[in-house]
T-cell receptor, first 117, second 109 residues
Framework: NAGVTQTPKFQVLKTGQSMTLQCAQD?????MYWYRQDPGMGLRLIYY???????DKGEVPNGYNVSRLNKREFSLRLESAAPSQTSVYFC????????????????FGPGTRLTVT | GQSLEQPSEVTAVEGAIVQINCTYQ??????LSWYQQHDGGAPTFLSY????GLEETGRFSSFLSRSDSYGYLLLQELQMKDSASYFC??????????FGSGTKLNVKP
């Protein structure tokens, strides 16, 4: 049981390049999320997917696209990277809870550290 | 929109008790969560409150007052390993999350 995995762990891009961040979870969760975290800041929601086949914008969606490929996988694409997108990107999945008690616990991947020059 | 306020930094000594407050303004509020994040690591879940009152999990407790739009995380018997950032996060509109900017806790010997 690997939990939430993300690839790559580190990436350096030049302005204008594109790339896709991959995320997968093996906990059979319906909901998945992409966040960015800038130094000394909290997490800001980029996009989320409440279930397979659905996606919705979060607080900061501009410059990003997502694909919920199946229940396990949720990818984040930067079509034309900009220095303002330099950040740590976290993927998370969520379960409402178990045994009748809802906790909305989010499980986070290890993060991708992206630098755009 | 959503807004959350929590102190940016708190310092306490080993063995002491510390309280980290969080006030929020949220539409579609479901509950308040707390997460811990060590430097360079990923956030990990600590607690969730949907109803008013205190939830206790070992040395950590979390409190919510929905009428006051206020919650806190209480850490008892502080240990050096508790030095980390602590984030409150509101759960709203069923499965959306909004995180605060975090409180950096420094535990001194």
């Amino acid at each position: 049981n690997a939990g939430v995995t993300q690839t790559p762990k580190f990436q350096v891009l030049k302005t204008g390049q594109s790339m896709t961040l991959q995320c997968a979870q093996d906990m059979n969760h319906n909901s998945m999320y992409w966040y960015r975290q800038d130094p000394g800041m909290g997490l800001r929601l980029i996009y989320y997917s409440a279930s397979e086949g659905t996606t919705d914008k979060g607080e900061v969606p501009n410059g990003y696209n997502v694909s919920r490929l199946n229940k396990r996988e949720f990818s984040l694409r930067l079509e034309s990277a900009a220095p303002s997108q330099t950040s740590v990107y976290f993927c998370a999945s969520s379960s409402p809870g178990t045994s009748g008690k809802q906790t909305y616990e989010q499980y986070f991947g290890p993060g991708t550290r992206l630098t755009v020059t | 929109g959503q807004s959350l306020e929590q102190p940016s930094e708190v310092t306490a000594v080993e063995g002491a008790i510390v309280q980290i407050n969080c006030t929020y303004q949220t539409s579609g509020f479901y509950g308040l969560s707390w997460y811990q994040q060590h430097d360079g690591g990923a956030p990990t879940f600590l607690s969730y409150n949907a109803l008013d009152g205190l939830e206790e999990t070992g040395r950590f407790s979390s409190f919510l007052s929905r009428s006051d739009s206020y919650g806190y995380l209480l850490l008892q018997e502080l240990q050096m390993k508790d030095s980390a950032s602590y984030f409150c996060a509101v759960v709203y509109n069923f499965n959306k999350f909004y995180f605060g900017s975090g409180t950096k806790l420094n535990v001194k010997p």
